[in-house]
């Protein structure tokens, strides 16, 4: 299954964001930047390009998640060979006097493949997926480090009923309720792939719930990114209704456990390719994605009013 798992991602990003020919040296990338979201000019209702490389000098990169201040900058990025093409780690830079760092490989990762990083709305937790032994499991896993007074702790398993014994377990997205939403194969959805949320008590995640058929279907649903209010949810699915494409659709929580029937997001962000991988910025006002757009593969973003105009009245 894990197997399975990590060849759709991989599809996904070969088909979405595409890999660069070219390997470039990290020196031949250093350049420098600074301010808020690395001194990109923000977006407004048009898409705009944030990376289509520079950051680690080729097309591997996405997933970007930045802390509540600003100051730290976590991505996922696919280092896989022709000899092991499903293998990943977390990038991570850090903000400093103004100045961002060259991405680097986060101390926490590097020898197992770590994927699909978030920070938590008050930036003191970080959870990802992984396929490291701890415990003895073959499948992939939700994990977490804590912000402490030294720096970030070693990474934990996530305890509970969200990490299943015969599924993966990855994206997961963690709201000011404290409820983890994440995307699983275990066996009772919908589809093979669905999403879930779990509650948060007495330092576990547990009452593990389906999201229901107005969010999962029979076909894939993952890249799971919760809003911080719990307001709405993005996620991907590629379905026939529409066109069988990798696309960013929205559902929107009218009141508790119950959400919208989820419908795409408009052309503002999915072009003729699809897109995927959507995050949202830590003050709610940018989605990135990943996309292509004519020859040009590139992680953009937006704002996130595109959203907003879907929502119902």
């Given at each position: 299954?894990?197997?399975?798992?990590?060849?759709?991602?991989?599809i996904l990003?070969?088909?979405?964001?595409g890999?660069?020919?070219?390997?470039?040296?990290?020196?031949?990338?250093?350049?420098?930047?600074?301010?808020?979201?690395?001194?990109?000019?923000?977006?407004?209702?048009i898409?705009?390009?944030?990376?289509?490389?520079?950051?680690?000098g080729?097309?591997?990169?996405?997933?970007?998640?930045?802390?509540p201040?600003?100051?730290?900058?976590?991505?996922?990025?696919?280092k896989?060979?022709?000899?092991n093409?499903?293998y990943y780690e977390?990038?991570?830079?850090?903000?400093i006097?103004?100045?961002?760092?060259?991405p680097?490989?986060?101390f926490f990762?590097?020898?197992?493949?770590?994927?699909?990083?978030?920070?938590?709305?008050?930036g003191?937790?970080l959870?990802?997926?992984?396929?490291?032994p701890?415990?003895?499991?073959?499948?992939m896993?939700?994990?977490?480090l804590?912000k402490t007074?030294?720096?970030?702790?070693?990474p934990?398993?996530?305890e509970?009923?969200?990490?299943?014994i015969?599924?993966d377990?990855?994206?997961?997205?963690?709201?000011?309720?404290?409820?983890?939403?994440f995307?699983?194969t275990k066996?009772?959805?919908?589809?093979?792939?669905?999403?879930?949320?779990?509650?948060?008590?007495?330092?576990?995640f547990?009452?593990?719930?389906?999201?229901g058929p107005?969010?999962?279907?029979?076909y894939?649903?993952?890249?799971?990114?919760?809003?911080?209010?719990?307001s709405?949810i993005?996620?991907?699915s590629r379905?026939?209704?529409?066109?069988?494409?990798?696309?960013?659709y929205?559902?929107?929580?009218?009141?508790?456990?119950?959400?919208t029937k989820?419908?795409?997001?408009?052309?503002?962000?999915?072009?003729?390719?699809?897109?995927l991988?959507?995050?949202i910025?830590?003050d709610?006002?940018?989605?990135?994605f990943?996309?292509?757009?004519?020859?040009?593969?590139?992680?953009?973003?937006?704002?996130?009013?595109?959203?907003e105009?879907?929502?119902?009245?």
């Amino acid at each position: 299954m894990r197997v399975v798992l990590i060849t759709f991602l991989t599809i996904l990003l070969v088909q979405i964001v595409g890999y660069s020919q070219v390997e470039t040296s990290q020196d031949s990338i250093c350049s420098i930047f600074k301010g808020q979201y690395l001194g990109k000019e923000p977006p407004g209702l048009i898409a705009k390009e944030f990376d289509s490389g520079q950051l680690t000098g080729d097309m591997k990169s996405f997933n970007f998640s930045f802390s509540p201040d600003g100051k730290e900058l976590f991505f996922s990025y696919n280092k896989g060979t022709e000899e092991n093409p499903y293998y990943y780690e977390i990038k991570y830079m850090k903000c400093i006097n103004n100045v961002w760092s060259t991405p680097e490989t986060a101390f926490f990762s590097g020898t197992f493949s770590d994927v699909d990083i978030t920070i938590s709305p008050d930036g003191k937790k970080l959870f990802f997926a992984s396929d490291r032994p701890d415990p003895e499991k073959e499948n992939m896993d939700i994990y977490y480090l804590e912000k402490t007074s030294n720096g970030w702790s070693q990474p934990k398993f996530v305890e509970g009923d969200v990490n299943s014994i015969d599924g993966d377990e990855i994206h997961a997205s963690l709201s000011l309720k404290n409820n983890l939403f994440f995307r699983s194969t275990k066996p009772g959805g919908y589809g093979d792939n669905d999403l879930y949320k779990a509650e948060y008590i007495d330092g576990k995640f547990v009452n593990v719930r389906n999201l229901g058929p107005n969010i999962n279907t029979e076909y894939m649903e993952t890249d799971c990114f919760i809003a911080y209010d719990e307001s709405y949810i993005l996620f991907n699915s590629r379905r026939p209704e529409d066109d069988n494409k990798y696309m960013i659709y929205v559902s929107f929580q009218i009141k508790e456990n119950e959400w919208t029937k989820a419908v795409p997001l408009g052309e503002e962000v999915t072009s003729i390719y699809g897109a995927l991988g959507s995050t949202i910025s830590p003050d709610g006002k940018y989605l990135f994605f990943s996309s292509r757009r004519g020859d040009k593969r590139a992680k953009y973003w937006i704002s996130t009013e595109i959203i907003e105009k879907l929502r119902p009245r």
